[in-house]
């Protein structure tokens, strides 16, 4: 069994995404970030970093991993799917969930920090960020043209992006102009599994209906969430 230590966000998602793929049982262990449960002594044993998602597999001795990337990676090894062993195959699609972890990622959390959490709005920084995930909103798109996934068969490198960019509207970008990756949106979302996976735990925020009150009362919470982390006796 799998402890998952999450909550609904697109970094959380992507893990909860792979153990339904993978069809692995595991327990949910929901954190309340607003109220900086990631930074108990407790889960930082799990994680130094204080962040969700992480993971413990109680079959393997406790064994406990963080970051997003390296759980996906951990899980797909474990059971031996999304995520190919021949060596240009694997690296495919590590190269793409690279991209995700190391670019759509940042870019888009820095762009929710700064268009919608931050009390001023800078406006250099929000198109700064803007502009630098629409940039790579386009290379997916671009891909996506002649690949009917990121990296041959549907991967963990298809669930890391995929989590992240489902959420382009809270970070105010658009993707109308990019008929690719709306398809490879749509094609992920029609799948069974992505859809219980967003339900562990549901989005507290269903980005296409909500209204403006209830963005921003989460906007705050994440809001004082980033305060908190800035802080510097935080983990
Ligand atoms: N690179 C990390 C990022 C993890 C991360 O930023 N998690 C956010 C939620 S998506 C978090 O725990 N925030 C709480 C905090 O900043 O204290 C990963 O991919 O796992």
């Avoid at 990337?69 to 190919?84: H, I, N, Q, S, V």
């Avoid at 290379?139 to 963990?156: F, K, M, N, P, R």
Wanted: net charge negative.
């Amino acid at each position: 069994m799998i402890d998952l230590y999450t909550a609904a966000t697109p970094n959380g998602h992507k893990v909860s995404i792979a153990l339904e793929e993978l069809a692995l049982p595991y327990t949910l262990q929901v954190l309340d970030l607003s109220l900086g449960e990631q930074k108990t002594p407790a889960f930082l044993a799990i994680n130094p970093n204080g962040r969700i998602p992480a993971i413990v597999d109680r079959d393997e001795g406790d064994f406990a991993v963080f970051e997003s990337g390296a759980c996906l990676m951990y899980l797909a090894e474990k059971t031996g799917r999304l995520l190919p062993t021949e060596v240009k195959a694997r690296s495919r699609v590590v190269q793409w969930l690279m991209f995700q972890m190391g670019g759509i990622g940042p870019m888009m959390g820095q762009a929710n920090v700064f268009y919608r959490y931050f009390p001023e709005k800078i406006q250099p920084a929000i198109d700064r960020y803007q502009g630098e995930s629409k940039r790579l909103f386009r290379v997916l798109d671009g891909h996506l043209q002649d690949h009917e996934y990121l990296a041959g068969d549907y991967s963990i490198a298809d669930i890391a992006n995929w989590a992240w960019v489902r959420t382009h509207r809270w970070s105010g970008v658009e993707v109308d102009d990019l008929p690719h990756l709306q398809r490879w949106l749509e094609a992920i979302r029609a799948r069974p599994a992505v859809q219980r996976g967003l339900q562990a735990p549901p989005s507290t925020l269903e980005l296409r209906r909500d209204s403006e009150e209830k963005a921003k009362e989460f906007s705050e919470k994440a809001r004082s969430m980033v305060e908190m982390g800035q802080s510097k006796t935080s983990a």
